[in-house]
Nanobody, 118 residues
Framework: QVQLVESGGGLVQAGGSLRLSCAAS????????MGWFRQAPGKEREFVAS????????YYADSVKGRSTISRDSAKNTVYLQMNSLKSEDTAVYYC???????????WGQGTQVTVSS
C-alpha cells in the first residue's frame, strides 16, 4: 500500500498560482504512475494530470494543459502539481492517486481544497 498526503491547497484569486504537493510513503514508486484528480461540488471526480514515475512521461487533461505542470522529486518521494492562471472553474478538492502501471488507481490521499475567487 502507498500512503499519500496532499498539501498546498488554499484560497487564491483568479489568475494566481498554487503548487500542490503529494508526499508518498510505504512503497518505492518505480513501477507506479501518480495522478492528480479533482472533484468539484456536485460533480464527478475528474482526471487532471499524471506522471509515470520511472519515465517521467506526463499527461494532462485539456482543461489544464498549458496552465499546469506535474513533476516529481524522487529524493523526497513527492509529486507536485504547479497550477498557474487559475480560474474559478478550477475550484475543487484535489486528490493525489497512485496506480501500478496498467492498473486502476487504488491508493488515494485525503484531498486538499483549492478555491479560486473571481
Amino acid at each position: 500500500q502507498v500512503q499519500l498526503v496532499e498539501s498546498g491547497g488554499g484560497l487564491v484569486q483568479a489568475g494566481g498560482s498554487l503548487r500542490l504537493s503529494c508526499a508518498a510513503s510505504g512503497r518505492t514508486l518505480s513501477g507506479y504512475r501518480m495522478g492528480w484528480f479533482r472533484q468539484a461540488p456536485g460533480k464527478e471526480r475528474e482526471f487532471v494530470a499524471s506522471i509515470n514515475w520511472r519515465s517521467s512521461n506526463t499527461y494532462y487533461a485539456d482543461s489544464v494543459k498549458g496552465r499546469s505542470t506535474i513533476s516529481r522529486d524522487s529524493a523526497k518521494n513527492t509529486v507536485y502539481l504547479q497550477m498557474n492562471s487559475l480560474k474559478s472553474e478550477d475550484t475543487a478538492v484535489y486528490y493525489c492517486g497512485a496506480a501500478l502501471l496498467n492498473r486502476e488507481y487504488s491508493n488515494w490521499g485525503q484531498g486538499t481544497q483549492v478555491t479560486v475567487s473571481s
